[in-house]
């Protein structure tokens, strides 16, 4: 039995899909642990992420990374607790974009529970660009 669902992929995208299945499910079982280390190992040494704060219309832009580190060693701006849960991987062309819910306890230790979006960008097997959003309170 061969093709998406049998044993073999028949073709380049299937192997391609699965690929990227694989990253996602590494990529987010690491954000939910905010396990730095193995997000970085999800990510291309040019690494950007726009996070969904920050002043600028882009958001804060961490870059590379070592922004990703020093953003999760930052214990002032992470949440005491986050879950996310909900989460689906859409593709749309050479873009893939992610729902999902978080939930947990902020900083200042009030409960939170919002949905949100990121769109992202996959070079050389790897995440190149995270942008986040997150709904309004």
Same mark, same amino acid.
């Given at each position: 039995?061969?093709?998406k669902y049998g044993l073999l992929?028949?073709?380049w995208?299937?192997?391609?899909?699965?690929a990227i299945d694989d990253l996602f499910r590494r990529f987010g079982k690491a954000f939910n642990k905010a396990d730095a280390e193995e997000i970085a190992a999800c990510v291309?040494?040019?690494f950007e992420w726009r996070l969904n704060a920050g002043g600028a219309p882009?958001?804060?832009v961490l870059k590379g990374k070592e922004g990703l580190r020093a953003h999760f060693a930052d214990k002032s701006t992470a949440h005491r607790e /986050? *879950?996310?849960?909900? /989460? *689906?991987?859409?593709r749309a062309g050479d873009k893939l974009f992610g729902t999902f819910r978080v939930t947990g306890i902020d900083h200042?230790?009030?409960p939170f529970d919002r949905y949100g979006i990121d769109l992202?960008?996959?070079k050389d097997g790897k995440i190149s660009l995270k942008d986040s959003y997150l709904k309004a309170e």
């Open positions: 039995m061969s093709g992929p028949t073709t995208e299937d192997t391609m899909a699965d291309t040494d040019d882009s958001g804060r /986050a *879950r996310y849960s909900e /989460a *689906r991987i859409h200042a230790g009030k992202y960008e996959v």
